[in-house]
């Protein structure tokens, strides 16, 4: 089971850490990547990392702003957002896989575990 968390208010241009934990399992030989899904929007993939490799992927939207990585120690996800924008408003959501392929990184459909998701506002 996934939970995510740290997500809340925050002003345009300000930064937030969110953290995915795993309860009941470690993540090692995961891939674990942050989605998100905002009023109305399709979810969107944000960035993903593989565990054993440390191997990172981002979003377009994202990328330069957002860095995901690992605590190996605390068994955790991070997703460190910075020069946070209002349209990166959304429901934050982790998920885990352990088969996911590199082309399908980016597609929620490769994800087999799913957290319930933290809230974070950006106000303009």
């Known amino acids: 089971q996934l939970q995510a968390s740290g997500g809340g208010l925050v002003p345009a241009g300000g930064s937030l850490r969110l953290s995915c934990a795993a309860s009941?399992?470690?993540?090692?030989?995961?891939?674990v990547g942050w989605f998100r899904q905002a009023p109305g929007k399709e979810n969107e993939f944000v960035a993903a990392i593989r565990w054993s490799s440390r191997i990172t992927y981002y979003a377009d939207s994202v990328k330069g702003r957002f860095t995901i990585s690992r605590d190996n120690a605390k068994n955790t996800v991070s997703l460190q957002m910075n020069s946070l924008k209002p349209e990166d408003t959304a429901v934050y959501f982790c998920a885990a896989s352990r088969t996911i392929i590199s082309s399908s990184i980016s597609s929620n459909v490769g994800y087999n575990y799913w957290g319930q998701g933290t809230l974070v506002t950006v106000s303009s």
């Open positions: 009941g399992g470690t993540f090692t030989s995961y891939t």
